[in-house]
């Protein structure tokens, strides 16, 4: 079974500019998951999708971060303007439903300058 | 607020060497518990969760972890490490009444053996 595909791997950007990441989660999986993780700590969840419906963004900064999953499969995570201090690995996860384990990709690694 | 502490940032073992590390979280309600683990250069993986139940949970790869409500806690353990479990370790929690992969992390211990 394919795993959760993500690009870019990395990615650099100068502040103020925007940025896309994509995710293709794996096939059949309803729920969908972006986390940011900064050095030195743990993934931070930023928004939920079940199908192409968004079940919790509490920690989504909307000021300047969007997320869409328009037909219930692929996801695209945008910054706009970016911060130097939005630098982290964004992961996006996924799993069959709200009640299975979630499976991980290998993440964009996204410096700001 | 939720929050997650893990004691170590970075743990130093030879192989053979018993391994054990601490996860404590905060919250007010019912919680599910995981461990994740990330090796090198990969993704991050499930090691093991505890739902409810015996509240020692063995996991993939020799790993263990018992969750003692009264403390908080859900450490992990392994008696006996190899290099290739050198790898940075996250435990994680959410509340039951919501999906599993929303997911509180704490801030991972990095674990590395020697051979």
């Known amino acids: 079974e394919a795993g959760v595909a993500q690009s870019p791997r990395y990615k650099i950007i100068e502040k103020r500019q925007s940025v896309a990441f994509w995710c293709n989660p794996i096939?059949?999986?309803?729920?969908l998951y972006w986390y940011q993780q900064i050095l030195g700590q743990g993934p931070k969840l930023l928004i939920q999708?079940?199908?192409?419906?968004?079940?919790?963004d509490s920690q989504l900064p909307k000021d300047r971060f969007s997320a869409e999953r328009l037909k219930g499969v692929d996801s695209t995570l945008k910054i706009q303007p970016a911060k130097l201090e939005d630098s982290a690995v964004y992961l996006c996860?996924?799993?069959?439903?709200?009640?299975?384990?979630?499976?991980f990709g290998q993440g964009t690694r996204l410096t700001v300058v | 607020a939720q929050s997650v502490s893990q004691h170590n940032h970075h743990v130093i073992l030879s192989e053979a060497a018993s391994l054990e590390l601490g996860c404590n979280y905060s919250?007010?309600?019912?919680?599910?518990l995981f461990w994740y683990v990330q090796y090198p250069g990969q993704h991050l993986q499930l090691l093991l969760k505890?739902?409810?139940?015996?509240?020692l949970v063995k996991g993939i790869k020799g790993f263990e972890a018992e969750f003692i409500k009264s403390k908080f806690s859900f450490n992990l353990r392994k008696p006996s490490v190899q290099w290739s479990d050198t790898a940075e370790y996250f435990c994680a929690v959410n509340a039951i009444r919501r999906s599993q992969g929303n997911l509180i992390f704490g801030k991972g211990t990095k674990l590395s053996v020697k051979p």
């Open positions: 996860a996924s799993s069959r439903n709200e009640d299975t384990e979630a499976f």
């Open positions: 919250y007010g309600g019912t919680v599910n």
């Open positions: 096939s059949g999986h309803a729920t």
């Open positions: 505890y739902f409810s139940g015996d509240p």
């Open positions: 999708f079940q199908n192409n419906g968004v079940v919790d």
